[in-house]
DNA sequence: AAAACAAATCGAAACGTTTCGATAAATTTC
DNA sequence: GAAATTTATCGAAACGTTTCGATTTGTTTT
């Protein structure tokens, strides 16, 4: 392993000159720059950047956590991030939390080798989060709210995304609207239902009976769906949690012998890649992502400017209209039962 | 910004003997080994993880290069990288060359900060990849070609895919066949080409009007897709070089008042999320992506192992047939110039 | 109770950088 | 041409760990 001692050694200098040398400082004159680059060429030296993060105690980057690196669902808000990350010299790293307490999350929260974090995942404990932040490394979390020192909130005002959705729907006519949600831990899911009982309070409807949880998968809302369709009584209107389970969705419907929007008007929530290419194209609720992911991260520089920033925020959400809903048929839906 | 030398003064003990009770070596006694992780805990001791690493020489993580970090393309590729390097007890981070040679890819390769790298992306120079790879830094590049010390390559089997969506194609009696392609610069449409050539020459048909490129994008396929329908002749058929072009070209169908696949077949490759979505859905062919990760992962393991192991590996590629293709009609297909 | 041995603890070197203060060399000033 | 000043180079300390070999402490054996 070639170490700058060797170039050093190489190029008949010492090892100090050679670090100001690589480093392009101009306290070297040219000619023993151009030495020591030349030595470094030779060795094929390879700075180790540790070592120098280590003497510099700092690491200009920052981690972004995922539930899952895979997911599609961050595309936008990941591009956000990146761009302001970069534009402020700073490298930006990702990394999932799979694997719980050994997990890379956990790893480089933990052992300090990051100057700030962006966490999109609910499986980072409240804890370790409180343990990791600190003036060297805020912590910019989002769609959950954790309280603490150097840690800062950033989400979609779901409350308001529950509502406009659902209102949106009452303003065709429709009064009979199910909620299909997703797991109860996810704070997210909690206040899209709390803006759609708004929603339907305003108007004095007090709805309990077609209230559902999917698991936020497709299979979830699949599954969810038919438990709603062999009720009795069946909803004009479906507004689920998000768009996966949507999809699942329109899979039950289409077992059911029922034709969205005709039979049954759906809302989903997110607006991922497939809404628009759906049959009917799903309409549904944006989250300003690339939003969302710009603000994380130039919250996460100003904090570690020490620049005081407000601890929270919320930024406001918007209906994708496209062809899943229309207002309900006069008569009121009756279900027969399952039909498969 | 407290170390373990805090946290040895704390507990009363030698910093080496802080060091052991806090790695869990069973050369130190029970009660003091309490003694230093209730320091450790009073005083919210957080090791320094590269002080580790530079000690240890070695970080124990493998580094994921995307072209882009927010694209959907990778995701079960992703998956099968994670999983293998989490049950190896490495960790995964991902980052993208977005930036070129100031990028975070170009910044942790170069500056030695992981133990092995996978790159999926054609933008990191082919020179950055033969300086980084080392016996203590193997790379796996995946779906093109490089050759060097400890570099080895995975790729689906293109010219096998493409030969395989032609030979699909002329099965059903189509034989005039566009194709229309990726960038230039991309290998794998290059091979993909060439398999869709190969299958057309063993027909005996020489085809060249039929031949475009777009750009791997949705925008590129729906031009290039007109380009080609104003032609005098038309295809009874299109193989597109991603699904994305094939989008695209579903809409500039639909704008000619073409219909999928009545009037024209149409065939992808990559087999993305939405392709089963798209009404109809779309035939394509499918790269093993998930293996394609898990293999990855084992040749940088093996290769840090000091394992032989071959240098190239090609995996096969599997059509996926849904309802985007049909026999075509029995007179020829006649171009009538533009209809919007 | 002294000798022998094992267990626990310690001190110090090392990993590869950066950077401060000191020295040496080159340049300017009188 | 000696003194003062600038410029270039150097040596050494520091960053926070791990780990080797040495020392101390405690336990067993004779």
Redesign the interface.
């Known amino acids: 392993?070639v170490t700058i001692k060797d170039v050093a050694k190489h190029a008949g200098v010492a090892l100090s000159t050679a670090s100001y040398a690589l480093s392009g400082s101009d306290k070297v004159s040219p000619k023993t720059r151009e030495l020591v680059l030349q030595a470094a060429k030779e060795l094929?030296y390879?700075?180790?950047?540790?070592?120098?993060?280590?003497k510099r105690?700092s690491?200009k980057?920052i981690l972004l956590i995922l539930s899952d690196?895979?997911?599609?669902y961050?595309?936008?808000?990941?591009?956000g991030t990146?761009e302001v990350t970069?534009s402020n010299g700073f490298?930006?790293?990702?990394?999932?939390s799979?694997?719980g307490a050994?997990?890379?999350a956990y790893?480089?929260l933990?052992?300090?080798?990051v100057d700030g974090a962006i966490v999109l995942d609910p499986n980072i404990s409240e804890h370790l989060l409180r343990?990791?932040a600190r003036e060297?490394c805020p912590i910019v979390v989002m769609d959950r709210y954790v309280e603490g020192d150097f840690i800062m909130n950033v989400a979609a005002d779901n409350v308001q995304g529950g509502y406009e959705a659902t209102r949106y729907l009452m303003d065709q006519g429709h009064r009979d609207i199910a909620w299909i949600g997703g797991p109860s831990n996810s704070l997210g899911s909690q206040h899209r239902k709390e803006g759609y009982l708004k929603a339907l309070q305003e108007e004095g409807i007090a709805n309990t009976k077609w209230m559902l949880v999917g698991n936020f998968t497709e299979e979830g809302g699949y599954h969810s769906t038919k438990v709603l369709l062999m009720q009795e009584e069946r909803p004009t209107a479906i507004f689920y949690g998000n768009d996966e389970m949507a999809?699942g969705g329109y899979k039950a419907l289409r077992e059911f012998g029922l034709s969205v929007p005709e039979d049954v008007s759906i809302v989903g929530f997110d607006d991922i890649?497939?809404a628009e290419?759906?049959?009917p194209p799903l309409t549904t609720v944006r989250q300003p992502k690339y939003e969302m992911g710009t603000m994380a991260a130039h919250l996460v520089f100003q904090a570690m400017g020490g620049e005081y920033v407000n601890k929270s925020y919320k930024l406001k959400i918007e209906l994708i209209e496209r062809l899943s809903c229309q207002p309900p048929r006069l008569a009121p839906n009756r279900g027969k039962g399952m039909e498969t």
């Open positions: 392993m094929n390879q700075k180790n950047g540790f070592a120098m993060d280590l105690k690491t980057t690196l895979s997911g599609p961050y595309s936008e808000l990941i591009r990146q970069l490298d930006l790293i990702a990394c999932s799979v694997g050994d997990s890379t790893k480089f933990q052992e300090r080798r343990e990791s060297g999809i890649q497939v290419y759906l049959s």
